[in-house]
């Protein structure tokens, strides 16, 4: 395993923060950006590990990769490189791991990136808030990770197209000692097949490579200037726009950068230097904004290069995140400074704490009495999907979408812990046991339309139709419906529910609901406030077609 980028050395704050930073702060003119708006510049990338591996996933390299320090022991308190856990419920594999099980009970699961429908979840929340662009993290891949880093490409790749993202390969030389040819061989032979994609990041017309790890002062990046400008240069030659994922300090040749690299900075198209680690306070952010990231875009301007900072949203498992306060300070200084795009570290990062994918929320779905900590670890309650909000709110204010604005407008709970008014199905995925062929599919009940609807397969009950409301609810009302010009029926049905989409309790029993057109053929089904993510109806007979049928479904919190 490459030694993890939380290892680089940290750097010593050489000064004192803003006192105080009003809405809009002054600050210096945003320099222009070289390269017009693409799919880097004017756009939110996250960086996407996609490494972590299980046992019976088909994963080439076997074993529990990046989740343990021996993959081939499961991962537990003593076997470990996990420092936050994943919010599981979205997941259709969880694989069981040697950790006690979570707070309430359940055991403590974990996903892998292997698996098709984990990226493609990856990629929809990606979607869903406001990420452009991913940044593939790819390691040497001339060692044993080599075939499962080539498959993770081709998955993303189809993620990608599905979901309306971009990616691009963003090459880590951490430990490569023959990256100087190998990079270029790789690229030729493999990589570059990928730019074929619609989904393949381009800027100013050419397709994005990045290289992270020029210059770094640390044994496990020892190349010299002469092999780094060999490869930047050759990329370019090969019709790539090129960024350099460069040392914190790159423009001063001092700290974690060593000297005498000032050429190969300057090569590159965009610059991104690195960030994690070098701060954890509001202060921090400060200083580095004025003392660091300004001087470094002026720089960046006068030798027509673009900018592309690194934001975090801080290591949670250091307390860092201020309930999301740190995250959005440094989204805010780094668009009032004029960056011409955001890189966020990472998107999957549960290694070092640094992610914004969904994450567990409480101790409830976190192994116990093991010290990881969850979203609530400061004791305000956060949505799992919380860094992903943040992200996009920051996202639109890069945008020019939202106001530039220093106070973090994202809640932490979405309605400040209260269940959003309406209906809570509206939109929602939706799937069902089977549909009767033609355009009857579930998605029908939750369209906003009441001539549309589902229907299952006719002839066989049960039958069931579900839907996903994105967080949980203490729902305690259902109205059902089908098409109003529809003779009246009665479906017998009961009502489920889920906190995790696996395990369902009946919230009713099965009982004759009738849907009569002089009614609007619409029916009410009401229990106690049961607190539940997941909806099913179930059906067991229907007295006006042999199958289930759904023309729409909403659904109320208390």
């Known amino acids: 395993m490459a030694p993890s ?17 009003p809405d809009l702060a002054l600050s210096p003119a945003p320099a222009a950006a070289a390269s017009p708006p693409g799919d880097v510049v004017g756009k939110v990338t996250v960086g996407y590990q996609g490494w972590f ?10 074993g529990w990769w990046h989740w343990s320090r021996d993959r081939f022991q499961s991962p537990s308190p003593a076997n470990t490189t996990i420092v936050s856990w994943p919010d599981m419920r979205e997941y259709d594999r969880g694989y069981a791991t040697a950790y006690p099980n979570r707070g309430d009970g359940r055991p403590a699961t974990l996903f892998s990136s292997y698996d098709q429908q984990t990226v493609d979840t990856h990629f929809r929340w990606m979607r869903e808030h406001g990420c452009d662009t991913a940044a593939l993290q790819r390691f040497n891949p001339f060692g044993d990770e080599g075939p499962t880093r080539d498959a993770m490409a081709a998955k993303v790749r189809s993620a990608a197209e599905r979901f309306g993202r971009t990616f691009y390969v963003m090459y880590d030389v951490t430990g490569w000692t023959a990256m100087q040819s190998q990079l270029k ?3 030729a032979t493999r990589m570059s097949a990928h730019t074929a994609s619609p989904a393949y990041a381009r800027q100013n017309g050419r397709p994005v490579v990045c290289v992270w790890g020029f210059g770094f002062a640390d044994d496990g990046r020892p190349f010299a200037p002469a092999a780094c400008l060999d490869v930047v240069r050759w990329l370019r030659a090969q019709g790539c726009y090129v960024i350099g994922g460069v040392p914190t300090y790159w423009r001063q040749g001092i700290n974690d950068s060593r000297p005498g690299f000032g050429d190969v900075y300057r090569a590159f198209d965009m610059l991104s230097p690195w960030m994690v680690g070098r701060t954890g306070t509001l202060d921090g952010l400060d200083w580095f904004h004025d003392n660091v990231n300004v001087p470094d875009l002026a720089d960046c301007a006068a030798h027509g290069i ?4 690194c934001v975090m949203p801080g290591d949670l498992s250091a307390g860092h995140r201020r309930h999301g306060d740190f995250y959005w300070r440094h989204l805010y200084n780094m668009v009032r400074l004029g960056a011409q795009g955001l890189y966020v570290s990472m998107f999957d990062e549960f290694n070092e704490g640094n992610q914004i994918a969904k994450t567990s929320e409480t101790g409830a779905t976190t192994p116990a009495g093991v010290g990881i900590r969850a979203l609530d670890e400061d004791g305000t309650a956060c949505s799992a999907d919380y860094y992903l909000r943040i992200t996009a709110d920051g996202g639109r204010m890069l945008k020019g979408q939202l106001a530039l604005t220093a106070t973090r407008p994202t809640p932490p709970v979405v309605g400040g812990g209260q269940p959003p008014a309406g209906d809570l199905a509206a939109g929602r995925p939706a799937t069902a046991s089977s549909q009767q062929n033609g355009p009857y599919g579930a998605g029908n009940v939750v369209d906003g339309d009441r001539g549309s609807y589902w229907e299952s397969a006719n002839g066989a009950f049960p039958q069931w139709w579900q839907v996903d409301l994105g967080a949980s609810h203490p729902v305690t009302r259902l109205v059902l419906a089908l098409p109003p010009g529809w003779e009246s029926r009665t479906q017998t049905l009961s009502v489920q529910g889920s906190v995790d989409g696996t395990d369902f ?9 009738r849907f009569d057109p002089a009614t609007g053929n619409e029916a009410t089904v009401t229990f106690s406030a049961t607190s539940v993510r997941h909806l099913r109806v179930r059906f067991t007979a229907n007295t006006g077609w042999p199958a ?10 208390v």
């Open 548 to 557: 289930g049928q759904l023309a729409h479904l909403s659904a109320y919190a």
């Open 53 to 62: 591996t299980c046992p019976g996933d088909g994963a080439p390299i076997g």
């Open 505 to 513: 309790a009946t919230l009713t029993g099965p009982t004759g609901v």
């Open 306 to 309: 673009d900018y592309q900072p």
């Open 5 to 21: 980028r939380r290892t680089l050395i940290r750097s010593a704050l050489a000064g004192s923060a803003l006192a105080a930073l």
């Open 185 to 187: 061989e790789d690229w």
